[in-house]
């Protein structure tokens, strides 16, 4: 987000419903928000039905009044559009409005976001409301951002949206015989002769994947109804307040929306961030570097993060002493220049009446949760605009890719366990790990400001990009691709002539076939340069590859392709073209890509054992290092023999220090 | 039931299907009925396609002839309305007849229970058959009760319950902005304008538990539907025999319907009783000892239970030689005055052909299940009257709640492996192994009767229901409730302020926080007191616990909440409050609930090992102690210096006594 | 099939789809084809829609050309209609002829054979293609076979389908009094007055096996509309070359038709042989045999098997090298003359596009797969017609029947896991660990071909083959029978009076109970005659039986019923009828079968490890010896002292020989 220069603070708060309150509770909330720092609230996410009780008919006195008191307790404002979750009037009065599940079945009122995207009506009303919203507290002071909807995502299976479909067919391939080409629809007799003849599979014609590329295109043709939805509203909020950004929030479940797609039609990425018990730091690691590609690196925002437990964990364990600040210090060290939460007052009753807030049903603030919202308000507040104008500046990029994503686990083969996301979080982690920055990078990112390039498992490969990693290679960049690369095009289409197709001649190999191993089998990687050969485990998927101008720098260690390349290496122009044929243990990656940024000069700034995350902001005259201890353990660190300034106790500071658990330490240095 | 002066026995026999069978059979029937001792059937259950061949025209002839039989074999009756499987006609002639179920679905004829109880002409046509029946057979001398229908607890979501539904909550919440506040529909903006506006909670509008508030009010909604279904055959007989009890059988599976609700509108508790091969003799037990609650401690018929393996468990295990008694008295010894079995010969054909039966498809008399429920039929006789006047006197109660349960399984957190009859289970079970008899307890139930009472995990705090509490406490009393008490009102919404919220003053206690452990996980109890600190395992849910008027009897052993309460003691008026913050391991609740009944004097007749199971009833002058071994093991008892009768053997016994695998004994004593 | 004079070779090849390539691509196919020696392709199989765009309207010529150039490379055909994937435009303009599934829901177009069997629609438009097919290619000189449609086995309940099934019941009993009577409605009130009171058991009406016997009559009903389906295009075929077999192929997933009911109107059996990569080798012998047994020994048509991994597999592990040539050989050592694959060319898009293929998308002919094939095309060609004429000779039947697999599995009861074909296979297994031949028999094979006969699991006795077995054994044949034997009639009634029912008299026995034991839990067999009193581990179920004039052969060692008998021997007439009252393990039944057919003289070619299978065909005047072994390792087969001929070195052999993995050796001996 554009740094705001009225406002030179991290952004503290989160979402309020004081429509759930009597006013004497949010008195109280007034007093409670000064004592813990927050200076921002997101409002009315949920409150459509009671801002319009019917059709046209708005009621907006009571929102004016909470954002009277917001104001005079100088408390600023993302306000959301209340179109989530529409009135029931509206889904009663117009039927068209609820979505059709994939299984054919209308759905009847009740849930968020469960309305049909593409339905007139709901865009009709929710157009109205937002521009009512916009006409009334366009000038409002507190106003920082609009916040539109809420965690879109909801697939529908309606007549609107098969018919759309179609005419989205239609205007994509413009004639039956070109989609027929690219759907390949010789296979098993789906030959068309009319657009109208093309169902949105769903689980009345596609029980087992039966249609991969018709399904990739419904995903398409999804955001782009989504993306559509979303500017519905966002137009008109631009057209009242050209200055305010707008945005919407990206639930943590990022993968039914090409969320590179979404966010281009937005002021600003905002997500959700859930992370579950037992997902290692890492993971939450990789989403936030997701969402700082989403706008090529600028700052995004976290628009919620549980300030204790969740509900809707299978096992909603209590979020640790401190871990609060661990986890809100990560996302700012990623990139992230708000740290905003779900929720501020925790409602008693619905489905997450269990969930963590800051005020919780005890309404005390002598809680250990209160006491730890109130620190990090302060702190954050102590350290003013630093974080704000500082950015992450990584030499390693991992390419990542939504419509890769979708085709790869609709398709049928070669194992069932195919996980995109987890698979890139291997190659993620082995960068992490060693305490090396990572910008995730977009197939339109330009390559050229970066030493190394990992791209996992690319399966399609769409038009331009072979050519693209090609000259980012001869240029000198180190490329490390894997199995499941070069195998499709955009239609789900495979290459014609021997795999990776058209990262062949680049990578110096081809594959002749994939074996799937259970997940109980697993063969080894040989090094061939080391005389101890010394072994990794590797499973999954093995590629046999044939050498064409690579060589190999390692074999696999049994199996009938015993002796056979599992990794090569290719020089091609001044760089070197790194292919990984099957999947090996995080250790051998760890190993492969410490020693690959070694040769390019990319180090980290300190050693740390796992779990000890350290992040590198720059501004433009200083240097910001995050030490974030993500254990429920000490951890020393050794600063070497420069000195630092430790931002939180303003000391000078070198040498080993100690981090208590799940604490954080920043780190400032002269640049 | 009300003892039956005519007929001083335990009722012996079961369901008994003539309908299928030829008139040889029949005949052969009664011959076999004498030799087991059968003296009671019931019939029948399924013949209303049979008995009403199509609409108004009536069959009884070959029912009159089976029941002139049973007449002159000196065989009793429960004449049971046909209801529960209407004939094929009526579903054809009026589809309203048939449910839709939870998927929106409309279903087609077929399976038994398989109407919509709010069905206007279902309605209609039950009464009119069982006016029919009751007409006809009002005066029959075998007539000992009326069984209406039979397992009720099929849900509907049709549009008749749709508007039920609405009506039910017009009448419950008088108008809508009383329900949008005891629902808390803000939360999520479902804020309604009229009754019309809501729908039932179903797979179309409700993935995930999403309105508990709704569904809460849909199970209350369905148990008065249900309810309503089964008075509407009810009333009709009681008019025409005002001195015949009237009552439905209660499926094993007991939780869609409020059953204390259920059988307040019943003149007698019936059950069907079908224990898994897996269960500890334990489970079968406390629901036993909840049947026995329905009525407020009177006595209930077991309606239902296997002479042998069900076809229809996972694994239809043998009833092992002897269990059938074992299980038959264990029925008794909590309070049955039945002992009746599904069923008297088994069917040839359809699901439940390969169900046990006394005859088999063998149709001989020399089989060990033959042999087995003859026996058990000749000893019954001996009893005479014996165990149908004595009552169980119990100084533990233990809460038991409908609601309760629903809600608490309905809540989204803090764990998904919520399961209120395993977690009362937990608690019933530390008594049942000390050999302390429990009463289970309505909310409703007089608590002055009892020294100690436990309220596991009494999520819900109706109103009125804190303070009754708090006078039993007051009183002398000592109670014992849990993690997740006290946490919400009748509409699930959470208390405002501190949990236990108005358990609070008498616990002397406030709970922070709820962590929730992974199943893998656990913590430890370590008790204050003990200068061993000795730790027992706990887990599931730890809470967080400040003291306020309370001592902490145990602390936890590890965690960031090492050394603070988890449970604790707060001595209130004349009496204790206990409270247990977490899950404990059965040793220790074993320890903890013998402690506290010893410091009240309540103690065990005598001590067994595990799986040999006490039971005492008292009559007007003497005592009955029934000692069933449930092992496949024989099993000494040490009676001590007393003498006491042996019921079976008719001779005086002391010292140790030898049980036989599956054996029973039962002694009397004077009072 | 019948021995093609013009065409003496085992036919090679496969599924061919060049409607989704261009003329250069099949060219270059034509070329491979040559190289690889393939002599048969079949097509095109999926082409509906491009051979008739709109309704009557038909576009032959390009499939005119490709037969051209197939004829000009002597490659021949099975012409297959394509009617198992209609067009779109057919599915759109009758909707009639789309599905309902087993959840009432209407199908929308899509998927293939995802059509309405009983649909006249589709029915009068498949006649159609089928006969301008006929009509236009009847001449054709490569047409050896005309391939209906493509793996049968869609279950519909539309309309259409419930009211055939109505007349379809009414045709078999004729009143709705005798159905009520074999279906034993009175069982929870099902009593029907009318043919029209009848359901389809479905989702809607039967959650939980409820009405075996109506599914029962369901599934015969789906074989017969099925039947009839593939009849209304084949009476058609044959009208125009009658002396050309018309066959479809079934799938691999063979449960849902009775394919004996099924090949009953083809001229020749068809399958798609798919083993799992988990799959034992006596698996897909089990199999082959069973397609051996669809014409009465006749060979049959290996109509599809992968050359290389599927897709569609959980886990898609390569073929080793060598494997395709195992089982194909296998196929033809178990009465196949055919080896033909899916595919000749790999699918660049679809569901499939990672199924092996003959020619990857690598279009090369230096592959492992291209290599393999080529080597085997070859070897066939060698081989001639020697394989053609021979026939298998086995003195062991094993008795399978689809109606008493679809009976065993629809029943509720002893046990969930019961599984016919895991069963039968535990003991075909014990035939095929001693080498030893079987034929699979229907209960109308004529049994007087054998010397010894297994009935596992012969749960459903039809009219007559009580009797039949009787004679059998009267005449000196060995029978031995199972648990879950004589317990039901043909529509699922169980016999009145004593298991085994029919069977009771030739096997001196009754069984009073049958114990389902859990997974983890275990009995032991007891040798009665042996001294060393060996255990043998058994479990699943365990019958009590009661000698009458059988004598026990083994004991159980545990539980209540230790020391009765559990398996048990009746000398009938000149023969022995065996018992065996519960599920042994592998060691136990290898030891048994073997001891039978020794007794009865039959015993192996040669003794060899598991896994290396043996396989003999005799021709007029040679034996043909297949040993073929499935190991990733070597395998020694003594041959001992006799001279053989090896087939594919030409030279005389005796003695010790080794195979090298996954090799086969074939011996030819006069006879």
Redesign the interface.
Known sequence: MKKNKRFPFVFYGGDY?P??WDEDTIDRDMELFHKAGVNLVTLPV?????LE??EGVYCFEWLDKILEKLLANHINVFLST?T??????LS?KYSEVLPVDI??????????V?FCVNSKKYRERAAAIAEEMAKRYQNYPGLLGWHVANEYGTYCYCDTCQRKYRNWLKERYQTVENLNNK????????????F????I?????????????AELDYMRFMTDSTKDCFLNEAEILRKYTPDIPVFSNISGYIKKLNQFAMTDVMDVAAWDNYPSPKDDPSFPALKHDLMRAMKGGQSYIIAEQSP???????????K??GQIRTLAYQGIGHGADTCLFFQMR??????????GAMI?????ED???FCEMSRLGKELRQLEDWSLDAKIKSDVGIIFDWENWWALEL???????MDYLEQVHKYYKAFYDNNISVDMLKLTSDFSNYKVIVAPLLYMIKEGVAEKLEIFVKNGGRLITTYMSGLVDE?????????PGKLRKMLGI?V????????EESNQIVLSADKTKKRFRCGFLCD?IHLENAEALAVYGQD?YEGTPCITLNEFGDGKAYYIGTCPEALFLNKMMKSICNECGIGASFETKDRVEICVKEGNDCKLIFIINHE?KKAAVNLGNEDYFDVFSRNKIKGEVVLNPYDVMILGSKL
């Open positions: 419903n429509d759930q949920f409150s459509w039905a009671k009780p019917e209340p989530s979750a529409q009135p029931a009037w009663k299984a054919g079945r209308k759905r009847t009122h009740g849930m968020r469960f759907w390949n629809t010789s296979f098993w007799g789906r030959t068309v002769y009319d109208d003849e093309i169902y599979p769903s689980e009345l014609n596609d029980d087992y994947r039966f249609f991969p590329a204790n437990q969740q509900n809707w964990q299978p096992y909603n364990k209590l640790r002493p925790q409602s008693i009753g619905g489905q997450e009446k269990f969930h919780s049903h005890a309404d005390r809680t250990r949760i398709s049928s083969g070669p194992t069932k366990d239609n789900d289409r495979c290459v014609f002539g021997a795999y081809w002749e076939e994939t074996d799937a191993l259970y997940p046999q009938f429920d």
